[in-house]
């Protein structure tokens, strides 16, 4: 009973993997951009909401409210100064621009808050240890459950926004071919703006459920991109329901590997994932033509 | 690779209007002083202050740092957020085989071998991811083998533990070792990238580097090339990590499985010049300045780095000596091919044609 009570702990917090992944996912699968900064995006909305609702006293959902248009023109600030001129540089570009980025907002943070751990869960009440109990002794926490179904929300509509409104259409013309997609009158710069900043709307639900369910610091950031990257390609990149099962696996493997060692909740998220990699690479028969590039030359 | 298809003008029978050429005055003369410069230096134990020579001691690990990761990056086209990975553990190795009874200094130099042993199957795997997936990818490993160093019992965890062995020289006697094996591994690893480049693997690194379906399409193996500079550039930044650990006697694995680590690397290669030989080599030495002015400051330093390197990235991706060798066309250690016509040998400026 304690291993089903620890795949269903898993499984809800997934459903925050899933909420921090599906923002990198999307970028990835509309600009080819991993954005190094994903992780300290979110954190910065954290600490936006904290401010609104710790020293300024107002209601989370409000604060919530306050922030989401605030990153929002943040994404698309960041588009315009940053991936839009690196993309155009060159595959790397965009990866140590976005690596200088999350330094300097990692750093900042750290000038601003200190080294404190904050949290949410003072302002959100009893919701943040309200849970329902199934029968077998089995908890499920109310938020981390409301986290999940919100997961699967954001990512349907997500999915249905590509696959059935205009901006989906050009969202999904300019990231098939930027040039063909300009011939046909798609602004695919705006586009991709508006796509950066409907990336950062998820990266602040992902930042408000970080402050609600957990503790976070100014150098929480890279950890976080580490958890959205490994969720991304246990899923499968570029596949937004893949996503939402590689964020489940990370999270019953971690909850199963903490039952093993204390250090075991973040070993196992990491093996997991290079196992995966692995099984992967085996099955494509990569591995085969790597170890024969002596003979022949790859194809 | 770009050689000319038809010669610039008739040529006499049998004989190629062009010639290639390998070296230019300034980077013969240049490859020639660095040899009394390593003389000097390597005298310096004798002659400078023990503060000297400890940042000495740090600026050659600087620019082994920088010169490693621009072997990746600059040249293979792969641009890595784990190479802490690879420091973390070279340190790591020469605890435990210190442990074991080994002299620290023979520790050093074999605990960086094992590291470039275990870089091989790593690669096998790590080396099929693309781009940004290779990246954090990396990252993921260096987390793991920081969680799996922190389960050693002789590490304690992040209370971390010391390289006692260090103790059975005088504290001069240790500076003075430290600084000269600091010293033979970087000029050791400099020479070494440089013949790598000079070589036919380096003539297929660099055809990566400008374009990788072009050199697949053209028979470079560029699969062999890139695992050959993935295990050299674990090697030496694990020798970093073992000379680092020298210096500072205290092993804490959270330091050494630090980001920073890797930051510092690409603001190195990034402010220098990345892909060219000469400009890790002054992202070290200019990085090396601004801690020596500014590490002081803290946080606001970070910051400052941080955004230095996000701008370089921005605005002058090639660096500072990529602009300058845009501009004067000045090689220092040229690494490349000329091509230059033979009738026009006296305007060089006009018939100069750089491949690489």
Redesign the interface.
């Known amino acids: 009973m304690n291993l089903l009570n620890q795949i269903i702990q898993g499984l809800l917090l997934g459903g925050y993997y899933a909420l921090l992944a599906c923002g990198l996912s999307f970028m ?1 699968g509309v600009m080819r ?2 954005n ?1 900064a994903h992780g300290s995006l979110a954190v910065v909305a954290a600490y936006l909401l904290w401010l609104l609702a710790e020293p300024m006293g107002w209601h989370p959902l409000l604060a919530l409210l306050a922030v989401l248009p605030a990153m929002a023109l943040l994404g698309w600030v960041l588009h315009r100064l ?1 991936l839009e ?2 993309a155009r ?9 976005t ?6 907002i990692d ?2 943070l ?2 601003h808050f200190g080294a404190d751990t904050r949290s949410l869960a003072t302002a959100i009440g009893t919701l943040a240890y309200d849970s329902w109990e199934l029968p077998g002794g089995i908890y499920v926490g109310q938020l981390p459950a409301m986290v999940l179904v919100f997961a699967v929300t954001l990512l349907g509509g997500l999915h249905a926004m590509l696959a059935h409104t205009a901006l989906g259409r050009q969202i999904r013309a300019a990231s098939e071919d930027a040039d063909t997609a300009r011939l046909v009158g798609v602004h695919t710069g705006a586009v991709f703006a508006a796509a950066s900043a409907i990336t950062m709307v998820t990266v602040t639900l992902a930042g408000a459920s970080l402050a609600m369910r957990a503790t976070f610091d100014p150098f929480s950031g ?1 950890q976080q ?2 958890f959205a ?2 969720a991304v ?1 246990i899923g499968g ?1 570029g596949s937004l329901w893949g996503t939402l099962l590689g964020g489940v696996v990370l999270g019953v493997a971690q909850n199963l590997g903490a039952q093993v ?1 204390p ?1 075991g909740f ?2 196992a998220g ?2 997991t ?2 196992a995966i ?2 099984a992967r ?1 085996c099955a494509s028969g ?2 085969r033509s ?2 024969s ?2 003979r022949q ?2 194809p | 690779m770009s050689l000319p298809m038809s010669s610039p003008s008739p040529a006499p029978v049998g004989q190629p209007a062009w010639t290639i050429q390998r070296w230019t005055r300034t980077s013969a003369v240049c490859a020639g002083a660095a040899v009394p410069l390593l003389a000097v230096l390597f005298l310096g134990p004798l002659w400078l202050q023990a503060g000297t020579v400890d940042r000495l001691t740090t600026l050659f690990i600087y620019v082994i740092l920088a010169v490693m990761w621009n072997a990746l990056a600059g040249y293979a086209g792969l641009v890595s957020i784990g190479h802490q990975a690879f420091f973390g553990l070279g340190a790591y190795a020469m605890v435990r085989l210190a442990d074991a009874g080994l002299g620290p200094y023979p520790a050093l130099l074999l605990g960086a071998v094992l590291v470039a042993l275990v870089a091989v199957p790593l690669a096998a795997f790590m080396l099929r991811l693309q781009g940004g997936e290779f990246a954090i990818g990396m990252w993921v490993v260096a987390a793991l083998a920081h969680l799996c160093v922190n389960l050693d019992s002789l590490v304690q965890g992040e209370t971390g533990t010391s390289m006692i062995a260090l103790q059975q020289y005088a504290a001069g006697e240790r500076r003075a070792y430290t600084y000269w094996a600091a010293l033979a591994a970087m000029a050791g690893l400099c020479g070494a990238v440089f013949l790598l480049l000079r070589s036919k693997v380096g003539t297929a690194a660099q055809a990566i580097r400008d374009n990788e379906t072009a050199a697949i399409s053209i028979g470079v193996r560029v699969v062999a090339v890139k695992r050959l500079v993935f295990v050299l550039s674990a090697f030496g930044c694990a020798l970093a990590g073992g000379l680092w650990l020298a210096t500072s006697i205290s092993f804490q694995p959270k330091t050494y499985f630090s980001v920073q680590w890797t930051a510092y690397m690409i603001f190195m290669v990034l402010v220098g010049g990345i892909g060219t030989m000469e400009g890790p080599i002054l992202g070290a030495l200019l990085f090396f300045a601004v801690e020596t002015w500014w590490g002081g400051q803290g946080v606001a330093y970070l910051i400052g780095l941080g955004a230095v390197a996000m701008l370089f990235a921005l605005f002058l991706p090639k660096g500072i000596w990529g602009a300058v060798q845009q501009r004067w066309d000045l090689h220092l250690l040229s690494a490349g091919y000329r091509v230059r016509a033979r009738e026009a040998q006296s305007s060089p400026a006009d018939s100069t044609r750089r491949c690489v």
């Open positions: 990835f951009i991993i190094l940053v001129r690196s540089l060159g595959a790397l570009v965009p990866l140590l621009a690596f200088g980025l999350a330094s300097v750093n900042l750290f000038q890279p991109l580490i990257f490994e390609i990149a060692h250090q973040l070993i990491h093996a994932f290079l990699l692995l690479l990569a591995l790597f170890f590039t002596r030359p790859t």
